[in-house]
């Protein structure tokens, strides 16, 4: 396989100036645009003409330049045709699975993926006759073995979330394409780290509210795929992107665009930072799991799967064994440690820890949790890259040992 490097790629494609030649790009903030001649308009409406051909634009909820030049650059980034910017990742993963499923339509998911999508695909589709069946994301025969004739779509998670476990990629690209059906991967726990489309993925979905962003302060999606299906999100009859409304504003497209430059070294900070803190835990005998380390059941395929030089991703657990332990721990680690915030989400600066099966997994039964490997006492660990490592080590350590964890 051809090497591919995300940081390279979004280096090589063409920057945006602003319109007075500002080294940021101007902001295109207005929600409808004008045509110079009248028969201009209906050759807009009928795909005559458009934001590719002449840069003509409608309508803001339709294309945006500002949205565009965003798009441009993920899909650079991903190695993709195409993308469309969404108003929150579950935007994204909603409207992609809708176009490509109908009524009576069937998927096959991961069922170690985000609570939010895990309600989707399990809660709320099933009132549109689309059923999902869970599998064991590290085991590719589950997935197969769970194919019917009316299996649309193949959905995982590149390191799953919360229990990290790592999907084999290429060998679902490969399932997929031989039964004819779509794989789609969330990639928000490994951008730059993961190159989802690289490795035979169809469509790569991102929450830009996590790493991509990294400051916490907005709510934001995309969906990376061929042109094809952008236009088809995007039709004027049956786009689900265009119809559901789900758009992305072009102010917040902009504050991410001033991030994504940044994008790659602070993967490779929260990395580097998740790797030493996992290997301190792991050498006090702390019950640790992350990707980077050997003993953590994937590790082989994880480093299989990376682009090399950006890190093992920046999220960690611990597993308490009880939530009433987790707690404590939690309540330590902000309260006497300063080590990070009790709070749910991630890639932000600071460390963001939340227990799992109580918070952001809440959406899946507990039996459920059960069986994709949640303990209720599982500590979800979002590695920020604020203070001296050294501090942050010492920190952990002094709080793991006083709840009794080692
Ligand atoms: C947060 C998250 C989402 C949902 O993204 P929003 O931007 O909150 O809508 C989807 N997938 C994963 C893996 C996430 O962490």
Do not use: W
């Not at 494609?13 to 004008?34: I, K, L, Q, Y």
């Amino acid at each position: 396989m051809k090497h591919f490097d995300p940081e390279r790629a979004l280096v090589a494609t063409r920057r945006e100036f602003g319109e007075h030649g500002g080294v940021a790009p101007s902001v295109e903030r207005s929600a409808t645009f004008t045509v110079l001649e009248p028969h201009e308009m209906p050759e807009i409406f009928s795909g005559l003409r458009g934001p590719e051909k002449d840069g003509c634009f409608l309508y803001s909820r339709h294309f945006n330049p500002t949205v565009d030049v965003l798009a441009r650059y993920l899909a650079a980034m991903e190695g993709t045709e195409f993308a469309a910017c969404t108003a929150s990742g579950m935007a994204a993963i909603s409207c992609t699975l809708l176009q490509l499923c109908r009524h009576g339509d069937h998927i096959v998911s991961s069922n170690t993926i985000y609570g939010g999508a895990h309600a989707l695909l399990g809660d709320l589709l099933p009132d549109m006759c689309i059923e999902t069946t869970f599998v064991e994301p590290s085991d590719t025969s589950a997935f197969e073995a769970a194919i019917r004739p009316n299996t649309k779509v193949i959905y995982t998670e590149v390191v799953g979330n919360p229990t990290l476990k790592v999907a084999d990629i290429p060998a679902l690209a490969e399932l997929a394409h031989q039964r004819g059906l779509t794989l789609v991967v969330d990639n928000t726990f490994t951008p730059m780290v993961v190159s989802p489309a690289q490795l035979g993925a169809d469509i790569v979905v991102y929450s830009m509210t996590k790493f991509i962003n990294g400051a916490s302060d907005l709510i934001a999606g995309a969906v990376c795929a061929s042109r094809d299906f952008i236009y088809r999100l995007m039709d004027l009859h049956t786009g689900r992107l265009m119809l559901l409304g789900a758009t992305m504003d072009p102010r917040v497209a902009f504050d991410l665009m001033q991030r994504l430059p940044h994008l790659a070294i602070r993967m490779r900070e929260h990395g580097g930072r998740a790797m030493a803190l996992a290997e301190r835990l792991s050498d006090l005998g702390a019950p640790v799991s992350y990707p980077g380390l050997p003993s953590h059941p994937h590790h082989k395929r994880m480093t299989e799967l990376m682009n090399p030089g950006y890190g093992y991703g920046g999220m960690l657990t611990l597993d308490c064994g009880t939530t009433e332990k987790a707690e404590k721990l939690l309540s330590v680690l902000q309260n006497k440690e300063q080590f990070g915030l009790i709070a749910v989400s991630l890639g932000y600066f600071d460390t963001l820890i939340s227990c799992s099966g109580s918070s952001t997994s809440s959406e899946i039964p507990p039996e459920d949790q059960a069986q994709m490997g949640l303990s209720a006492g599982l500590l979800r660990i979002a590695v920020g890259y604020t203070g001296a490592l050294e501090d942050r080590v010492a920190q952990i350590e002094r709080a793991v040992k006083a709840v009794g964890l080692v």
